[in-house]
């Protein structure tokens, strides 16, 4: 009789594990498709705010000023630095000035040598391209954006894909279950 109850027990027991166990599953399953559409609709739309540049009007700009700016963001962090680059252009009879670099300028870094190199690309005086909005001419780029937010869209998606399979697995046991 003792086997019998301890039988009994033991297929309680790993039933409510394999509850819980499934519960476990669907949440992680969840988890995983809310961050990877989350970063799959960011990558998205830093692609369509950088892919609107690409239909902008190139014009000659003027690089009027180019200077290396270098700060702490606390007392105890390390040294940042950023390039900033004044530059003027001419559009529709009106004369326009801007700071902006790319569409989505980068955060300050601590590799000095990267911003240097930037800073050469674009000494005062020199003449450059800008990339103008037609519908307003206020806003102008030096660089179109890059279009590497959408080649790598897929990663994130990998993600909900698997958090899925994870949901449809939980499913799939649950049903099994019930029907036996």
């Not at 630095?81 to 955060?107: K, L, P, W």
């Not at 870094?109 to 005062?124: F, G, I, R, S, W």
């Not at 103008?132 to 206020?138: L, T």
Request: net charge positive.
């Amino acid at each position: 009789m003792n086997a019998l109850i301890n039988t009994g027990k033991e297929r309680m027991t790993e039933t409510k594990l394999k509850r819980n166990g499934n519960w476990w599953l669907a949440i992680m399953g969840l988890f995983l498709i809310a961050a990877g559409l989350f970063f799959a609709w960011r990558m998205w739309l830093s692609y369509q705010m950088t892919a609107v540049s690409r239909t902008w009007t190139a014009i000659p700009c003027h690089i009027e000023s180019s200077r290396i700016l270098s700060e702490r963001a606390t007392a105890n962090s390390g040294l940042t630095h950023r390039v900033e680059i004044r530059y003027s252009y001419d559009f529709a009879g009106d004369h326009f000035q801007s700071t902006r670099i790319q569409h989505v300028n980068a955060a300050p870094t601590a590799h000095l040598d990267k911003v240097e190199a930037l800073q050469q690309n674009y000494p005062p005086g020199a003449e450059r391209t800008c990339y103008v909005n037609p519908q307003a001419p206020m806003e102008a780029v030096l660089k179109q954006g890059s279009r590497g937010a959408l080649f790598s869209i897929w990663f994130p998606l990998l993600f909900a894909i698997g958090g899925s399979g994870m949901l449809i697995g939980v499913i799939r046991a649950r049903r099994n279950n019930s029907s036996t």
